[in-house]
């Protein structure tokens, strides 16, 4: 099993445009989170979803939208990137009443 | 909300001795408490976790400790080795068997171990 896949893995943004941050689980978790880290600050989540068609802000979801497109997918999106926005991106799964979250290897985003 | 903070935010040991990892939670509705390992340019890996009707839990060299009066939780690693050197996180959430997790983390721990 691949477990949880995120695409890109490296992305550079010029301040101001769009991008999309793909997530995908092959292990059948109805959970899927988005999660940012920042040098001493921990990881920090941005939205998550607790199952198919429901979305929820969590700590930071300024500047971000999401959609969770099926069981598997859950994408991020920055509309207008800003370099406040810089940092690497964790997406994860979790099942229903399970244990931990599984976490996806990370996108490292910079905003020039 | 949940608050947690973890200290200290970096250790050096000396390989084969012990390394202690502290944290505290603000949230007395939390019941579960992960703890996870980042190695260099990867995501974060579950390596034990321990639910609020637990004093202790164990996995051959690592042991996580929970005072839930207090609201401290502790990872013990024994007779630490080169692979153990990595970042490590404490977490903690409320956890209800029908819904989503929302596991709030420490700022993190960078652990060395010296030859």
């Known amino acids: 099993n691949a477990g949880v896949t995120q695409t890109p893995k490296f992305q550079v943004l010029k301040t101001g445009q769009s991008m999309t941050l793909q997530c995908a689980q092959d292990?059948?978790?109805?959970?899927m989170y988005w999660y940012r880290q920042d040098p001493g600050m921990g990881l920090r989540l941005i939205y998550y979803s607790a199952s198919e068609g429901t979305t929820d802000k969590g700590e930071v979801p300024n500047g971000y939208n999401v959609s969770r497109l099926n069981k598997r997918e859950f994408s991020l999106r920055l509309e207008s990137a800003a370099p406040s926005q810089t940092s690497v991106y964790f997406c994860?799964?979790?099942?229903?009443?399970?244990?931990?979250?599984?976490f996806g290897s990370g996108t490292r985003l910079t905003v020039v | 909300g949940e608050n947690v903070e973890q200290h200290p935010s970096t250790l050096s040991v000396q390989e084969g001795d012990s390394a202690v990892i502290k944290c505290t939670y603000s949230?007395?509705?939390?019941?579960?408490f992960p703890w996870y390992k980042q190695e260099l340019g990867k995501g974060p890996q579950l390596i034990i976790d321990?639910?609020?009707?637990?004093g202790e839990k164990k996995d051959q060299r690592i042991a996580v400790t929970l005072n839930k009066t207090a609201k401290h939780f502790s990872l013990h690693i024994t007779e630490t080795q080169p692979e153990d050197s990595a970042v490590y996180f404490c977490?903690?959430?409320?956890?209800?068997?029908?819904?989503?997790?929302?596991?709030?983390f420490g700022s993190g721990t960078r652990l060395s171990i010296r030859p």
């Open positions: 977490a903690a959430a409320r956890k209800a068997d029908s819904s989503a997790s929302k596991i709030i």
């Open positions: 994860a799964s979790s099942s229903r009443g399970g244990g931990g979250y599984t």
């Open positions: 949230d007395s509705a939390s019941n579960y």
């Open positions: 292990m059948n978790h109805n959970s």
């Open positions: 321990i639910r609020s009707n637990v």
